[in-house]
């Protein structure tokens, strides 16, 4: 077995959460998610659609920046990737600034299609490599998106998981808090706690991410690479 | 509709044609960004706009925030992308100079639809409970009167901007501009008052009645005036033409962290362009 490297592990880890997705749409600049959603579907023999919004070779979309969020609202999005310069313990999304509004202390980009897409997609993955105090808050300063909304409110959608660059959580729609899924290799329960923000639950064992398959790794440096390489030509020559 | 139908405008009366204090709506970054045009704005001084962004920009609205051009931001965001944050647009939401309008991406383009339409607002779901929404009291949350349950529902004002301005691919001697897949230009340009593009190329021809382009193509009848601006889009993208100069942003992303960083870029690279 060849040895593998932590952006392998990680598309695989996100390319395992959207197993029987039909849709599965990504942010432009997020090179290991949509790594993931083109070995999900390249896994799936093309039953997964991988939509890398940007992307010119690999959007199935001609009709303009509405038909994304259209579809969304249609429930013909599945999986949806979100980042967030804060993400909290109720899995609640700040991607606007920290500190006071609208003023803040340290500004973001905006929201772009989070208030929306977190709604409306079933299986929202957040995705951060960076796992620190400073992303992963108490309480995040402002909220791009919510975790959960009041019954009554049209909501199919919301968290899945998130996943760090120290761990995999899944998110519990009935308690609102994320629970402990794995620690990726050389990680501990009680560095990944320090470096958390929130409180979240943990099961009774905790298990290790487990490496990528033998046959991923084959398709990501075969096949994939030329595909991805197009959409990102840095994070390929990185690798 | 063009001044006679036989002749394009300058980039610089294109320029002039942009009201101070006017609702300025600009595509996204790759959605046919008219660079050319912006700088042209910067050169004749433009203030106040009040700038949307359909939904988001980058270069663009930060080029136009740092020169002083923008009262208003009314965004899905502002980014650089993998360049980074926009460095002006940060310093002016950070201090307070610019006020900022946060919306969402959706949002944006459901208040031009409804404006496309002359409908009085839109209709959306998700976004009730965000402090997007709570921060906005322009929109109304109103319960589904087709709904025999309780179901909240979001309703957006129309967005009617003064001008849309653009840089299409092609452009006619008929006015017609040739946007190919930019549908942002197409929701842009049917909802404003009017129109303005710079264009790529000069098509021979007439693009509305070529079967070929018709779709993509946004009519004369929307367009206030065109003109042409080869590699107009520089130094972003303009697909299928040209890609990004990647080198020159990059660098900008750098000097734009200063404000005598950012004084050096626009002496050089807009006061001092010749048009």
């Known amino acids: 077995m060849t040895a593998w490297n932590r952006e392998e592990a990680l598309i695989c880890v996100l390319a395992d959460m959207m197993q029987g997705a039909r849709g599965v749409a990504v942010g432009a600049t997020s090179p290991i998610p949509a790594s993931a959603a083109l070995l999900a579907q390249a896994r799936s023999g093309g039953r997964t659609k991988a939509m890398i919004l940007g992307g010119v070779q690999h959007g199935p979309f001609n009709d303009g920046g509405p038909e994304l969020f259209d579809r969304a609202a249609q429930g013909r999005i599945d999986v949806f990737f979100l980042g967030g310069g804060q993400i909290d313990g109720e899995g609640n999304v700040n991607l606007v600034g920290t500190g006071p509004y609208p003023r803040a202390d340290a500004r973001f980009p905006g929201n772009f299609g989070a208030p929306y897409l977190y709604f409306l997609v079933p299986r929202v993955i957040l995705f951060r490599e960076e796992h620190s105090k400073r992303v992963l808050v108490p309480k995040v300063d402002f909220v791009s998106a919510p975790g959960s909304s009041p019954d009554g409110l049209h909501r199919p959608g919301g968290p899945h998981a998130l996943v760090t660059g120290r761990a995999v959580f899944l998110f519990d729609r009935g308690a609102r808090r994320f629970r402990l899924q794995s620690l990726h290799p050389g990680e501990t329960l009680a560095g990944v706690r320090d470096e958390t923000g929130f409180t979240f639950d943990v099961p009774d064992e905790v298990t290790e991410t487990p490496p990528p398959a033998a046959d991923d790794l084959v398709l990501l440096r075969g096949p994939m690479r030329d595909q991805i390489g197009e959409i990102y030509p840095e994070f390929v020559a990185g690798r | ?275």
Request: net charge negative.
């Open chain 2, 1 to 275: 509709m063009m001044t006679d139908g036989t002749g394009f405008s300058s980039i610089e009366d294109l320029a002039a044609r942009v009201p101070d204090a006017c609702l300025l709506a600009v595509p996204k970054d790759e959605g046919g960004v008219s660079m050319a045009a912006t700088r042209a704005l910067i050169r004749r001084g433009v203030h106040d706009l009040h700038l949307l962004c359909v939904p988001t920009s980058g270069l663009q609205a930060d080029l136009l925030i740092g020169a002083g051009c923008v009262a208003t931001i009314e965004c899905g965001a502002v980014t650089l992308d993998e360049f980074g944050l926009a460095p002006r647009f940060r310093d002016a939401v950070q201090s307070g100079s610019v006020r900022i309008i946060d919306s969402t991406c959706p949002a944006i383009y459901a208040a031009l639809q409804a404006s496309e339409k002359g409908s009085p607002f839109a209709a959306l779901r998700g976004i009730i409970g965000s402090d997007v929404e709570r921060q906005r009291d322009d929109w109304k949350i109103i319960e589904n009167p087709f709904a025999s349950t309780p179901d909240p529902v979001l309703l957006l004002p129309a967005i009617q901007p003064d001008i849309a301005l653009f840089h299409a691919r092609l452009g006619d001697r008929h006015g017609n501009v040739w946007i190919g897949n930019k549908r942002e230009c197409v929701i842009a340009a049917h909802a404003a008052k009017t129109a303005l593009a710079t264009f790529e190329a000069e098509f021979d021809g007439n693009l509305v009645a070529d079967e070929r382009y018709a779709a993509g193509t946004i009519a004369g009848v929307y367009m206030e005036a065109t003109a042409l601006a080869p590699k107009g889009a520089w130094p972003l993208a303009l697909p299928g033409y040209y890609g990004r100069d990647s080198d020159h942003l990059r660098a900008y992303a750098k000097a734009g962290r200063s404000a005598d960083g950012f004084a050096a870029y626009l002496a050089e690279h807009v006061i001092g362009e010749t048009p």
